[in-house]
């Protein structure tokens, strides 16, 4: 039997403030023992094949790519009553938004009834039951998912990603998702975008800082 171990994360090194760190934690040695025994590993990033490189010699770099069939790429048609600004995560991302909730909170109070905020899947609790902030719980299935993104016609979304091991070996599905949707997108300067984004002609490059978000927001 030939064995392949398919990896999207960089599992045995989560950040502390990440919620799932314990679980990875108390889990990395058999992680680890995985690593070593199977056949092939196939990752869909170099960096993340660079950091298990160590546990086995046979990894492939198998880049995430869009399906087409599912993204039926139909571009929005921009409103100009109120800006809708979209943001499309798991519940375990919001450790990445601790710069980006002054700035989201800063923007609600400077544009008053002239931008709302959407957050699918991910929602910090510090921005819970604010004016101009919707929320819409994760969904189950990836193509529900896409048909979900489409459908809210944003102006434009973010992604936000903390500065660290783990995210730097994340791929740029979010960039690959809301490209083909029309969505144009601010980025953080982290790993992933800094390979992916041309700053202000495939989206927005921001230091991921209270300030960097607000200015990339307001640009």
């Known amino acids: 039997v030939f064995t392949v171990f398919d ?5 045995i090194n989560l950040p502390a403030e990440h919620p799932l760190f314990g679980h990875y934690e108390k889990n990395k040695i058999a992680v680890i023992d995985i690593l070593r025994t199977v056949d092939l590993v196939t990752v869909s990033t170099r960096q993340l094949q660079d950091s298990y490189q160590r546990y ?21 048609t921009v409103s100009n009553k109120i800006i809708k600004i979209g943001y499309a995560g798991t ?6 938004f601790r710069n980006v909730i002054p700035a989201v909170k800063y923007i609600l109070k400077q544009y008053v ?3 709302e905020f959407v957050f699918i899947g991910c929602l910090p609790d510090e921005l819970k039951g604010m004016p ?13 998912y896409a048909e979900l993104l489409q459908h809210y016609n ?3 979304m973010l992604a936000p990603l903390e500065d660290n091991a783990f995210n730097r070996c ?27 984004v041309v700053d202000n002609r495939t989206g927005i490059l921001t230091a991921n800082t209270p300030q960097g978000w607000i200015t990339a927001i307001e640009k």
């Open 132 to 144: 101009g902030i919707t929320y819409h719980k994760v969904v189950n299935s990836y193509r529900e």
């Open 154 to 156: 944003f102006d434009f």
């Open 170 to 196: 994340k791929s740029n599905i979010k960039f690959l998702e809301y490209s083909i949707c029309g969505y144009p997108g601010i980025y953080s300067a982290v790993g992933p975008y800094l390979e992916s």
């Open 91 to 96: 519940p375990f991302h919001v450790y990445d």
């Open 7 to 11: 990896l999207d994360d960089l599992l």
């Open 113 to 115: 009834e002239k931008v």
């Open 56 to 76: 086995n010699a046979q990894i492939n770099v198998l880049p995430n790519l869009i399906d087409p069939v599912i993204w039926r790429q139909v571009f929005p």
